[in-house]
């Protein structure tokens, strides 16, 4: 079983919609990330959670640490968005070990 | 552009062939990470280099050198690789390894293919 589970695995939405992707964990944790990978491959860092919740633009990212679960929410979507969107959470207890889930694929449609 | 920059972007390359990766980043980033990346597997931690010295090999194969000459580059020397070896490779990198400022920076990736 993967230490970071995402869903859903893959998304489409009508542009516009209000999105919503998972992520549960289960270790401890020193940070949780969100990242972007477009369809070339390269990477993006969206943000980087302890607690509470970040806001960049459209994009919004809670974290419930009792809980062990974060929400990525993007509002108002665009064919723009559609990326594969990865949870990567940090392990506070073995240092630097990453654990990645295996990402969730968003389509937006026009 | 990110701000680190891989190359090549593509490689393709026969099983005895000998090939290297190469990062780049001025951000003034101390920490650099290579990750692979397979087709529908999380990333995968391989290397870790902090002021240019190993913190962390996760058991990768010997088949897979790194090495790190300063803080703005890092290399990844291929030798007698094997097909399932083909992902897309992913450079990164953070001002420190607790990252408290700034997060991560990644690269485009190359996209390794063994034949």
């Known amino acids: 079983k993967n230490e970071v589970e995402q869903s859903p695995q893959n998304l489409t939405a009508q542009e516009g919609e209000f999105i919503t992707i998972n992520c549960s964990y289960s270790v401890g944790i020193s940070a949780l990330h969100w990242l972007q990978q477009h369809p070339g491959g390269g990477i993006v860092s969206l943000f980087m959670l302890s607690s509470g919740k970040k806001k960049h633009g459209r994009l919004i990212a809670t974290i419930n640490i009792q809980e062990k679960h974060s929400s990525l929410h993007i509002t108002a979507s665009h064919p723009r968005d559609s990326a594969v969107y990865i949870c990567a959470v940090r392990d506070r207890n073995t240092g630097n070990q990453f654990y990645f889930g295996t990402g969730t694929s968003l389509t937006v449609i026009p | 552009e990110t701000g680190v920059t891989q190359t090549p972007r593509h490689l393709v390359m026969g099983m005895t062939n000998k090939k290297s990766l190469k990062c780049e980043q001025h951000?003034?980033?101390?920490?650099m990470y290579w990750y692979k990346q397979s087709a529908k597997k999380p990333l995968e931690l391989m290397f870790v280099y902090n002021f240019k010295e190993q913190t962390e090999n996760n058991s990768v194969p010997s088949r897979f050198s790194p090495e790190c000459p300063n803080s703005s580059h890092l290399f990844l020397h291929l030798h007698t690789l094997q097909p399932e070896d083909s992902a897309l490779y992913l450079c990164?990198?953070?001002?420190?390894?607790?990252?408290?400022?700034?997060?991560?920076?990644f690269g485009s990736g190359t996209r390794l293919t063994v034949v």
């Open positions: 951000l003034g980033h101390n920490a």
């Open positions: 990164a990198s953070s001002q420190d390894l607790t990252e408290l400022r700034g997060g991560y920076t």
